[in-house]
């Protein structure tokens, strides 16, 4: 394929002007199609013509006639612009079609969304809904997403984000670990395992923050967070959590809340590309504020 020099393209619009031209026989017509003047329309044909220094087209009376080189442009510019129209139109298609692809992180996905999902399906048959469990922060458009959702502090690269729902964290344990009492000092805290997720490595900053020293801590590892908190209900160990995703587990009593962090700037935060959001993508953005 030829290289296309575009420091020597005539403007878009002048080649546009004169392709309707062409194909609805005069200025007026033109005008109508494309929602402007007759006289921006023979505006654009003109400088079209002195850019390339040929006559395109001569009137007599009302009537517009094409001259030969006329002919062969507007016969390119068609075939050009039909082209350009399948390839536009197949991608509007495409995007409708697809389902709305969201990536989140797989606890989150499992504790908060899953419950809630039928509401939205049954308020939303229309909507094609895919989901990526996800616990690293990948680049939106490699993965194929339409909209993340993503826990932090809502400060990452090339993606548009806007806060969801705040996180607070938790220290939670089962209660067979806790033998019958309900808090925990920080000493008490200290002598028992820990359950440590190998995928979030400021949870240690966080232990920090209450006052514990990770280092003479004994730690459980486990590598995500779906295994670590089926141990933690297991009375493995403590466990940190976002307490959003357990409230069924507090509720029944599987697991009972020691003590809360403070940590404001952490939350759950929507992302996508640049751009505006699709009309899919709204709907359930609209929905999930409705949920939190």
Do not use: C
Not at 114 to 131: G, Q, Y
Not at 172 to 185: F, H, I, M, N
Not at 195 to 202: H, Q, S
Not at 235 to 256: P, V
């Amino acid at each position: 394929m030829s290289e296309i020099d575009w420091r020597h393209m005539p403007a878009l619009t002048a080649l546009r002007g004169f392709a309707a031209t062409a194909r609805e026989g005069g200025f007026s017509a033109a005008a109508r199609k494309l929602n402007v003047t007759p006289a921006a329309v023979q505006q654009q044909v003109r400088a079209l013509e002195a850019d390339l220094g040929v006559a395109l087209l001569w009137r007599e009376g009302r009537h517009v006639h094409l001259t030969a080189e006329g002919e062969r442009l507007a016969s390119a510019l068609t075939d050009g612009f039909l082209l350009i129209q399948t390839a536009v139109e197949g991608l509007r298609t495409a995007r409708t079609e697809r389902p709305l692809t969201v990536t989140l992180p797989p606890a989150f996905a499992a504790e908060w969304l899953m419950p809630r999902l039928a509401k939205f399906w049954k308020r939303h048959p229309e909507i094609a809904l895919s989901l990526l469990p996800e616990p690293r922060v990948g680049d939106l458009r490699e993965m194929g997403a339409h909209l993340g959702i993503r826990f932090g502090n809502g400060r990452w690269p090339g993606v548009n984000s806007e806060f969801l729902t705040s996180a607070p964290q938790i220290v939670v344990a089962a209660p067979e670990l806790l033998g019958g009492r309900q808090k925990l000092s920080l000493r008490e805290m200290s002598m028992l395992p820990w359950i440590r997720e190998g995928d979030w490595p400021e949870q240690m900053q966080l232990l920090e923050s209450i006052g514990l020293k990770p280092a003479a801590l004994k730690f459980v590892d486990f590598p995500n967070e779906e295994l670590a908190l089926s141990a933690a209900r297991e009375g493995i160990g403590l466990h940190l959590e976002t307490e959003a995703l357990i409230e069924e587990d507090l509720k029944i009593g599987w697991l009972i809340k020691i003590r809360e962090l403070n940590e404001e700037s952490l939350g759950y935060y929507l992302v996508w590309p640049p751009g505006p959001l699709s009309t899919a993508a709204q709907i359930f953005v609209d929905w999930l504020k409705t949920e939190v």
